[in-house]
């Protein structure tokens, strides 16, 4: 048997192999297409890409025709350069660098010589063609957008580069790709699938038909529409009121998750990079380190979070037992914690939750604070237990949404804090600052935004997405489900009242709108930053968090205005805007809007910058709004007394 077994396992291994080799090189003649053959050119037809809508059907992102003249390099014989050159307004160096730089992809396979004639250009080489063997035109579409805001949610569409050509087999020298923003998140949805003809030639190069009359020519399938979550309405009107200001906002559908505005500022016209000057345009964002019109602070932006995380503070308070709502504790415009350690506030008296909350009393949550530390044996353990909560709030992570860019923020451990203080027995004192959100705490705008998204929906929360529809497909279930956070629903309404009353009693009255009942908080962060090796304050930052109506609320929002002093002076203003905005349509509250619409932090940027660079950022007009940016260490000092903390 054995005699046996071993030749007849070759003879089958080998029948097999040659039955293998026969159908691959006589019967499937699919290699032939996929192999560099002369005697076939292969020619792309390019889909349009799904249009963009936002959640009410408004057209965003449409397309419109652009002809690329396409070369293969060894069919490039005998044509009159300097024609060719002033017919196409390039010069003979280009010329050369474009035929060299085709040559390096492939001699025989088509890449892109000249992207993104305009009719006119088209129209002209069009009727010379027949003069210049071995270019071609091809057809394609680019973007054609029908708003001018939104730029940091579209993002962009550009050509792929030699990386993305290596790794994914579908691209090909010349074809566009989606970067940033939805058009990167769902490239593959939108980009919908190229139809390939192939082309039979004769031995003079010649076309002479279809391949195998057509059998294997497929055709384009456009890519498919997609309808995003946002309000385009609130995205422009968020934007209007960031003019000439720095700094981000997010609104969000507590009850779905759905991103309802993302507002970066400043900002641009998307259609800006769009056609032959895209190149130039992205290069100057690109380089422009004052402004960063290319940085979405939305997403991407770590700021120390101030009064608003004092919400956290109470919540994590209530859920360890260490308060209840008649807890008090006096304030004596501050809190002493430790020989020559004051922790100012503007409150004084006695302080339970409700008025903690709508007077921002430092002192009310330092004390909280440490007692919830101190309910354990180990400040350690204690600061675990206190972390574990904020993580369930989606604090310190990425996040999940269906954007390609973020930052996880910061939540500190005792991790952290054995690290910073090697061999010192730390406590909660040492590490108070984190009560009012200052310390070692940081967060996105996106975070704050879905942190009083989560205090709206009474302790949990919908990962944040801007996808709201896809035509013909359904979108992540991980949108649709619901994450719970370690707070028992009971202690969200104590907590509530008093963000309600921010509006009526508290740092916030004044700003409200009548018949929306607004929950709010107000906060305000110092920031400092280094300049010619000196540590020198900026101006404070502007923080306000809310949501509305206060039952089955409709939108939260977090607004973040760098260097804009106090929380009710810049971003709270903007967060009754928005509200009403969204929530009635028109505005009510004229003055408000005038005052921001009209307003402007630029002085306040362009301090600490020389003359020259002003003046040049004041005469750009890509950029939009004309803001100034300083690189800054968010550090704070939290002995500092202002309007609110």
């Known amino acids: 048997m054995r005699k046996v077994l071993f030749p007849t396992i070759i003879i089958i291994a080998t029948i097999l192999i040659v039955a293998r080799l026969f159908y691959l090189q006589v019967i499937d003649e699919s290699l032939k297409l996929k192999s560099d053959n002369n005697a076939i050119k292969i020619k792309y037809d390019y889909p349009e890409r799904g249009y963009i809508y936002d959640r009410n059907g408004k057209l965003m992102v449409a397309n419109q025709p652009s002809y690329d003249i396409m070369v293969v390099p060894k069919d490039v014989k005998k044509i009159d350069t300097l024609e060719f050159c002033k017919l196409l307004h390039i010069t003979q160096e280009d010329f050369d660098k474009k035929i060299a730089k085709a040559k390096i992809y492939s001699p025989r396979l088509p890449s892109v010589f000249l992207p993104q004639l305009n009719k006119l250009e088209y129209a002209a080489f069009q ?3 027949r003069k210049f063997n071995g270019f071609y035109i091809q057809k394609r579409s680019l973007r054609d957008y029908q708003v001018d805001c939104g730029a940091n949610v579209f993002g962009f569409i550009t050509q792929v580069n030699e990386n993305i050509i290596k790794n994914d087999e579908y691209y090909n020298s010349g074809d566009l790709i989606g970067r940033q923003g939805v058009e990167e998140s769902y490239e593959e949805i939108l980009r919908g699938v190229k139809g390939v003809k192939y082309i039979q030639k004769d031995k003079f190069n010649r076309d002479i038909g279809s391949y195998k009359d057509g059998k294997f020519d497929t055709i384009a399938l456009q890519g498919k529409d997609i309808t995003l979550s946002i309000d385009v309405e609130l995205q422009k009107y968020g934007e209007q009121l960031m003019v000439n200001k720095r700094g981000g906002i997010v609104a969000i559908e507590p009850s779905t998750g759905e991103i309802l505005a993302l507002v ?6 998307p259609a800006i990079l769009v056609g032959r000057q895209r190149s130039k345009n992205y290069t100057m964002l690109y380089h422009d380190s004052i402004a960063k019109p290319l940085y979405d602070r939305g997403l991407l932006a770590e700021y120390t979070p101030g009064s608003p995380f004092k919400i956290l503070t109470g919540l994590v308070g209530l859920q360890e037992g260490v308060i209840d709502t008649e807890t008090s504790f006096v304030c004596h415009h501050g809190f002493s914690y430790a020989r020559g350690r004051f922790m100012r506030c503007h409150d ?15 002192t009310y949550f330092a004390n909280v604070y440490m007692k919830t530390i101190n309910k354990y044996v180990k400040p350690s353990d204690g600061v675990d237990a206190w972390s574990n909560h904020l993580k369930s709030f989606g604090l310190g992570q990425f996040m999940g949404y269906d954007l390609p860019t973020g930052r996880k923020g910061k939540i500190p451990t005792s991790k952290t804090y054995k690290k910073m203080y090697p061999g010192w027995n730390w406590d909660s004192k040492t590490i108070v600052s984190n009560s009012i959100g200052q310390g070692e705490v940081l967060m996105t705008p996106m975070q704050l935004a879905n942190m009083i998204a989560t205090v709206a929906n009474r302790g949990y929360y919908y990962t944040p997405h801007i996808i709201k529809k896809i035509k013909g497909d359904v979108i992540d279930k991980k949108f649709r489900t619901k994450n719970q956070t370690t707070i028992d629903r009971k202690h969200f309404d104590p907590v509530i009242e008093g963000l309600y009353d921010v509006y009526n009693l508290g740092t916030a009255r004044g700003l409200g709108v009548e018949g929306i009942q607004i929950c709010g908080k107000t906060g305000t962060a110092e ?9 020198v304050k900026l101006q404070d930052h502007s923080i306000f968090v809310a949501f509305a109506p206060k039952e089955n609320p409709k939108i939260a929002i977090a607004v973040f205005v ?3 002093y106090w929380g009710s002076r810049w971003a709270g203003p903007i967060t009754t805007l928005m509200i009403e905005k969204y929530i009635n ?3 009510s509250r004229k003055d408000l809007e005038k005052r921001m619409l009209q307003g402007s932090l630029q002085a306040e940027y362009n301090k600490y910058i020389s003359k020259p660079i002003v003046d040049t950022l004041i ?3 890509v950029v939009k709004p004309l803001n100034t940016e300083m690189k800054k260490e968010n550090e704070i000092k939290i002995t500092k007394e202002s309007p609110e903390n």
């Not at 004084?348 to 430092?362: A, E």
Request: glycine letters at 10%; aromatic letters at 10%.
């Open 127 to 129: 009727e010379m063609q």
């Open 264 to 269: 970066t500022a400043p900002s641009y016209d």
């Open 348 to 362: 004084s008296g006695v302080s339970k939750l409700h008025n903690g909350f709508y007077n921002s009393c430092n």
């Open 527 to 535: 920031n400092f930053t280094k300049i010619n090796g000196k540590r």
């Open 562 to 564: 760098e260097n804009g």
């Open 585 to 587: 349509k028109n505005i």
């Open 619 to 621: 005469n750009t007009t």
